[in-house]
């Protein structure tokens, strides 16, 4: 097939080039058009087995009177004043009143602290800082999450416009400014992975082949490539709704990556097809033949692999998992049709603006080469097999023992830059207000059942009474009591409108709504969404207090809120994650037992890919948990590794690490079927591979080091676990594990039971003539 295409786009490389171009030209049109409303911030799981309790709640309170709308807390801080000063006062209502000019459209209410004062005064303790000398605008956005998230940018601006003018600090917080901004350093990173990663990949391209032309094909058809999809994924967002904003990263990054490896493949062995003599479309058609099939099944190796995380049902892993895969179907197609165009029209030019340091191009035979660098490491290998495992193995499986220690979660706006202001307004309410972050987004308990009913009415009252006592609430609602005392202001208010709650102020942390057969209760939840404080307080919320106290009576409590979706999220990843590895173990065991016909080199296969996956993993953990050389390399230290990484880097290392893999394995196989000499059809499998490899390992690496450049700590973690793992696969594994392995276990390694020996013959790449 491979060789069909090449001979076809050979025979009209100009209609061939036009259609691409063509296809460019309206991608580019589309992307301008769509790409700007096909993504969103907003991550959701998708109930498949069962009820899920965060999904519940959103489900109940959705067209609902008391649906919370998205919720913005505007802090304006002095540093020298207090709430009780004249000035700060008309700070305060200077801020409100241009915040109250964005209504409707943008905001449909606000309010502050001096208002909810005169009003409902035990309100306004959430309002004030423990210190006096900060005071809250309450804002609650028009519309849903994602028409905020349109409308955010207006608020920010207000926000901007008052920072740092008379002696205050207006800082801004909440779900919807936490998500844009998150959206905003991530499309920077981006920006910063392309700028970095390309410019070193043209570099190494230059070093491997010696001329700007050959060099800057690959990375135009990775350009091309990446194009391309972003149409594809702008139409899809548009249609069948809005992906989730981590597709752009992942489109770019694995398309930078494997769109410049496939087209190295093809046109490393056309220039050396040139050498031998062949015409220009004669060599195109035999690198279709030959390593066109190499990249085929390297592409659909990494699909293959990546369709393993569309089982999590989850709108992050089905937009992460499609843009990869288009992304790499896109590469491949590019590779097969467009690519032998570009080269039948350049022929012989292909070699132009040669680098005076560089030989011509390499003859496409590996016979009669003198052993170089990687060939003396296989030899020496060979020479000491035992040795050899034992070794490298030894310190790869110590590099993974830190995996053991990984400590998931979920890193939002307390680790973003330390230069951000929603990070700086995050740790001011965090720190100096009395219910912190949790009054911006607490934990909702939607109570379904009469609320008439004596016996619904009464659980309620019970329930608040036993989370008043829990003692993550307990700690905020001491904090309210103090303020209480402290505020002499609130307590003169008080006593002239409610002097009851004088004697127990815990009701203003749990407010309560009810409309029809639903209430809502909302319950404070400090600290980070997805620290480990907020999960246990979900936990305990839905396996203590809800059973103890609901049970026999005639509702149901579902909790819901920001950390309990972020909980179930986790609790959905453990479910799927053993599920997911058995799957992509199971399909890589499969795939290399036919190809290979041999049950050996599979489990060899896996093991290995194993080796690196879990080093790099562990690495991430040494690196990113506990610090070690966090500084040095740029990098956040945080207490956590983002939940979801482990599983996507997994299915595309063990992609991305198979397919050199089979190539390699399968020169050797071809080599061994000739000679029937194992040592040296391992020499010569790693002899006619490893600058390809190797070239191919080094651009990954440039490109993913690129993207770990950046601000986010998602995109540094994933970046340096994608780069880490191939560097570990092209170095340790490919050059002393595999032929350390081979040469010890010798014929042994093309072991196939009988009752398989209705397997095909498969040939990854054809035979030389």
Request: no cysteine; proline share 5%.
């Amino acid at each position: 097939m491979t060789e069909t295409l090449a001979r076809i786009s050979s025979s009209r490389p100009w209609m061939t080039i036009g259609v691409w171009l063509l296809l460019v030209l309206v991608a580019l049109g589309i992307v301008g058009q769509l790409l700007p409303t096909a993504t969103t911030t907003e991550l959701r799981i998708i109930p498949r087995f069962g009820e899920v309790g965060s999904v519940t709640v959103s489900e109940l309170l959705e067209g609902s009177p008391i649906e919370p709308p998205p919720a913005e807390v505007v802090i304006v801080r002095s540093g020298t004043l207090t709430v009780d000063d004249d000035a700060f006062k008309a700070k305060v209502e200077e801020v409100t009143g241009k915040l109250r000019e964005l209504e409707p459209e943008v905001i449909q209410a606000s309010t502050n602290y001096y208002e909810v004062l005169t009003t409902t005064p035990l309100d306004s303790l959430a309002l004030v800082s423990t210190d006096r000398r900060s005071a809250i605008v309450a804002v609650q956005m028009t519309g849903t999450l994602g028409e905020a998230l349109e409308n955010i940018e207006e608020v920010i601006h207000v926000v901007e416009e008052a920072d740092g003018r008379d002696g205050f600090d207006v800082l801004v917080v909440g779900d919807v400014s936490s998500r844009f901004e998150q959206a905003e350093l991530s499309a920077m990173d981006l920006e910063q992975g392309e700028r970095i990663g390309l410019p070193v990949a043209l570099l190494i391209l230059l070093v491997l082949f010696g001329a700007v032309v050959a060099a800057l094909i690959p990375v135009g058809l990775a350009i091309v490539s990446i194009l391309v999809t972003l149409a594809i994924v702008s139409v899809i967002g548009n249609i069948v709704g809005e992906l989730v904003f981590f597709v752009l990263l992942w489109i770019t990054m694995i398309g930078l990556a494997v769109g410049i490896d496939y087209s190295l493949i093809v046109v490393s062995r056309f220039r050396e097809e040139l050498a031998r003599g062949l015409s220009a479309r004669d060599a195109v058609v035999k690198a279709g033949a030959t390593a066109s099939r190499t990249v085929f099944f390297s592409g659909m190796t990494v699909v293959i692999a990546l369709l393993g995380v569309f089982i999590v049902p989850h709108t992050l892993f089905f937009a992460t998992g499609l843009g990869a895969i288009l992304v790499v179907l896109v590469s491949v197609t590019a590779t097969l049709t467009f690519l032998p165009a570009v080269l039948t029209v350049l022929g012989p030019r292909v070699d132009l603006l040669r680098l005076p340091f560089r030989r011509s191009a390499p003859s496409a035979s590996a016979e009669g080469q003198r052993p170089g660098f990687w060939e003396f490491i296989t030899r020496k290998t060979m020479r000491y097999p035992v040795v050899s495992i034992i070794v490298v193995g030894g310190l790869m499986v110590w590099a993974s023992v830190s995996y053991f220690g990984i400590n998931t979660g979920f890193n939002s706006v307390e680790t973003f830059p330390e230069d951000s202001h929603t990070r700086e307004a995050f740790t001011a309410l965090e720190e100096d207000f009395p219910l912190g972050y949790g009054s911006a987004n607490p934990a909702r308990i939607v109570v379904e059942g009469d609320i008439s009913d004596s016996s619904v009415a009464a659980a309620v009252q019970t329930f608040k009474q036993a989370v008043v006592g829990d003692p993550l609430v307990a700690e905020a609602l001491q904090k309210i009591r103090q303020a209480v005392e402290s505020d002499p202001a609130l307590i003169a208010a008080l006593l002239q409108s409610n002097p009851e709650v004088l004697n127990d102020p815990s009701a203003a942390a749990l407010p309560t709504e009810t409309h029809g057969n639903l209430t809502v209760i909302a319950i404070p939840v400090p600290g980070a969404p997805s620290g480990a404080e907020a999960f246990g307080l979900i936990e305990r919320l839905r396996d203590d207090y809800i059973p103890a106290v609901f049970s026999g009576v005639p509702a149901e409590a579902h909790v819901g809120g920001i950390s309990a979706e972020f909980l179930d999220f986790d609790t959905q990843l453990s479910a799927y994650l053993p599920i997911i590895f058995a799957f992509i173990l199971g399909v890589s065991f499969i795939l290399l037992l036919v190809v290979f016909r041999s049950i050996v080199i599979p489990i060899k296969a896996i093991i290995m890919n194993l080796l690196s996956v879990g080093a790099a993993y562990g690495l991430m953990v040494l690196v990113f948990q506990h610090g070690v050389g966090a500084d040095l390399l740029g990098f956040q230290q945080i207490e956590t590794i983002e939940a979801w990484l482990p599983l996507i880097l997994f299915a595309i290392l063990f992609g991305l690490s198979m397919d050199y893999h089979v190539f390699m394995l399968s020169r050797i196989r071809e080599r061994y079927d000739q000679t029937h000499d194992n040592a040296e059809s391992v020499a010569y499998g790693l002899r006619s591979t490893a600058s390809l490899i190797t070239g191919a390992a080094l651009i990954m690496v440039a490109v993913f080091s690129g993207f770990a450049s950046g601000d986010m700590v998602v995109n540094q973690q994933a970046g340096f676990g994608l780069a880490v793992a191939v560097l570990l696969d092209a170095t340790l594994v490919r050059s002393i594990l595999v032929p350390a392995s081979m040469q010890l276990l010798g014929a042994r390694n093309w072991y196939l039971p009988g009752f398989l020996n209705w397997l095909p013959q498969i040939q990854v790449e054809a035979e030389e003539d």
